[in-house]
Structures are given as C-alpha cells and as structure tokens.
C-alpha cells in the first residue's frame, strides 16, 4: 500500500468507524502514548529490561508491530486532519536528508 492510499484508507476508516476525528491536540497526546508503548517494548527486547512474564516475551516482535502500527495510524490521523501529503512530504524530507548528509554520514568514523 502506497502512503496516499494509507491516507485515503485511515479517512474512510475514520468517517465509517471512528465517527470523526479527534481534535489535533488530543490526537498528538495519542501519538506520544504509542509512540510510548513502542519505546517500552524496544527497551525490553533490544535494551535491559525485561518482561514481567513469558507469555508477554513470546509475543513481543508481534506486539512490536502492532504497536509501530497504532504510531503510523495516529500519525497518519494528523497528516489528513493538517492538509499534509504524506507522500510529498516524505519525497521532500528524503531531498533534504540527502543533500544535507550526503557527506555528513559517509566521512563519520564513527559510522564505520
């Protein structure tokens, strides 16, 4: 699936299900909130900590997805809600990035 079309699915998703949007702000609280729970299960899957329990370690890469899952959706929500083409955006982001670091992170010693 193409961002537009992940665009154009989350608003037909919303307007079906969902009933309407929530406002902005609450929507960039909700986004943190996940964006948390991803932050949790990397720290118990690739840091130190560790589960409360077997069962939660089995499915944690499932988890793991869902949860980056729930991110994309959310932040997908604030792209329809704020007028922004995903698409054209990430297209312009990686132009930045490029012409911005196409040096930066091949002469970075620390990188090699």
């Known amino acids: 699936m193409d961002i537009q079309k992940l665009q154009q699915n989350v608003d037909e998703w919303i307007k079906q299900y969902g009933v309407r949007y929530y406002k902005e702000l ?35 890469k499932e988890d793991l997805a869902d949860e980056m899952a729930d991110v994309l959706f959310v932040l997908v929500c604030l792209a329809n809600q704020t007028g922004i083409d995903l698409a054209t955006a990430v297209e312009k982001n990686f132009a930045k990035k490029t ?13 090699k």
């Open 26 to 60: 609450t929507n960039t609280a909700i986004l943190m909130e996940e964006v948390g729970e991803v932050a949790r299960l990397m720290a118990r899957i690739y840091g130190e900590q560790s589960f409360k329990n077997e069962e939660q370690a089995k499915t944690a």
């Open 99 to 111: 012409q911005r670091d196409k040096e930066r992170h091949q002469n970075n010693i620390k990188l």
